[in-house]
């Protein structure tokens, strides 16, 4: 089974936006079974789009295009694609309708120029867009001329925003992938997400005792991110389910405290729904990390239940301010020192009444540093009803990668804390 | 002049990992006068990639691929690219002496698998790697016997790890290109960057001002991120510099109001740097953002000389405690109000004695709406020494798109009252 993305967008191809959509779809369909065999990027001409769909029509069983439905005078996906098959546009009223409602209810006005995104080529499948205006179209190409078999295709036009296309692809492509090309016996997917370990660590514990199964055909692989190691397995065909039933088994087994969830698991989300499980609330003080813990939390739906307040306290006076740290703390050991870390989660719990509170304060960098705090210096702090615990780990990165090890850590802190 | 890009790696096709090369070496190569017209992603197989690299020298003048040099048994692109060109491998000692001394300087033992990164194909150029062990390799295949008209073409191969790519790059095929591949004439390209106004609205305005420019060969491209609009602007030849000054002018004219930086600027960054350059200092009170904009702030370096302090007020209790605001004033209008907001930002500008405070609380879904105040209702307050104003969008999108959006009206709110 052949499947191919066709990503177009001049804006790709200038290296103005970074092309999730290729992630995001590879890892979706791998998920289900598909391998993705070929991604292209195409700049939006008539030429680039109409050859690099020709090519894929000419190979692929389903391909994918994002991008090109849009408005404006580059969006022509839709336009080149129909010429191509010889399919001619129609507009669809209820597609008219739903981007008047989509505008109304904005309180915005409707340009003119959106109403191009109602044409639909005779005999595409309409994908409805739930959170934009431009619908996806799907079309089965087939016979298919560019095909030397003769054989069909499914060609799927998706939306470029993510947000648009990826409800697209869960709620209505993916079926339609199942049902048009259907795979042949079981296949089985799973991963287990870890924090904590590195990842020749982890292949140091799980490797050797999962080898009788990678042998026997399991499909195993590791995955870094900052901060934390992905394990996936794959098997297929007869006894799939018991394989890596058994695999996961073992890594349970030897790595389980790393372990903080499977999947599309968040360590965010994670901690939350424990903390709500357990009627427990949350309180943050950040320095260093500016915000990006409580955006984290925040971007968990419900998060409001169990994460009271956050304060980010940049300035020493809105630290003595908003959580009372002395300004005797202060002086004598330094903003960022474990005696004020301590005092920021302290003061975080005491005034929000919250269960637990994390405190960080730090030097991100690139400036800041001194001889004896260099830059990367960390202390994370969480107080709690049985006392207030500090560790002081070194994170020397790029501000944003810094970010994100230290509020891994943080969050590390409180899943053990739970555990 | 043909450019293509050739990503290899299963991890890639399988989503595990996010392409960062295509964005960072089109964007490069973009800004320097060359386009990539075509850029393509394929697992590290022997047939996928010889198929890849076949065809793109059928095609392109200049080829880059990236990953496979490593030393393990899925790096397979330089056996294959020799192969396919009939070239043989030989060592070369100078490259063995390199990765000698890269794991000596380490004090690490050399595996023994990492001396196939010494092999070089007959009459490759070397691209030293400063920064770990595989070398960049670059071929000029001249007679081409994949084209046509057996053109020359370059192929660079490149290894997989961003800080080995990017510096060879910027310092040796950068050069390479521009001395094999000159431009013909000027290139200039200049890039507005604008929020606050649609993409229709915005091509509505200055489509038809810019059409002389466009129609005499300017390119004109939109790109929309969430919530802003880059207009760019590329020109080619005699007279190029002076059509991106008169577009920008016109752009300018048409839509100054909502240009706030070119090139790189971001919006956050654009904001700090106004307010350090006035010596003026900004607090945050967020309730449905939480923490968003407080993360962005304090993403850009430097941040801590504006940036006082931000409160992320989930509960009601916090916005009181931390805020002041009056519990009359929450049950009477409610957590989401203007009024609401208004304590907020005034709270947060007394308590932290900034100069301008800005406050948001909405409704960020998927959950809390009601009839009256549906999903996505959000009041925006800044508070400053003239007074405080509230605005009152609705940002009816997925949660973190509606924190991107959220965000920016607020910062856009401030670069107003600042303009």
Redesign the interface.
Known sequence: MTLELINTG???????????H?????????DLGY?????????DTVD?IEQ?VREALGRADFIITTGGL?????DITRDRIAALLGRKLSEDPAIVAHVEGFFA????AM?A??RVQAMVPEGALVLHNA?GTAPGLALHVIPNPFRADGKASWLVMLPG?P?ELRPMFTNQVAPLLREGLPLEGDFVCRTLRTVGIGESFLEERIAGPLKPLTDAGLEL?Y?AHTGAV?V?FVARGCGADADVEEAARIVYELAGEHIFGEGDDELEQVLLGKLAERKQTLA?A?SC???????R???V????TV?????????N??KE??LGVRAETLKAHGAVSEEVAREMADGARA???ADFALAVTGI????GGTPEKSVGTVFIALASASGTKVINPVNRYD??TF?QVTSLQALELLRRAMA
């Open positions: 001049s804006e790709l191809m200038l290296g103005r936006v970074l092309n999730t290729q992630q995001w779809l590879c890892r979706q369909l791998a391998v993705v065999t070929r991604q292209v990027g195409v700049a680039d690099a849009g408005p404006t005078s580059d209810q904005r309180k915005r340009p120029s959106t959170h925003p947000r692989g995955c992905d996936r943050l950040e990390t500016g915000g990006f813990i409580a955006n939390l925040t971007n739906p419900g998060a409001s994460f009271l307040a956050g304060v980010v306290t940049y300035a006076s809105a301010h908003f005034r929000t009444g991100a960098g690139p400036g501000r944003e970010k």
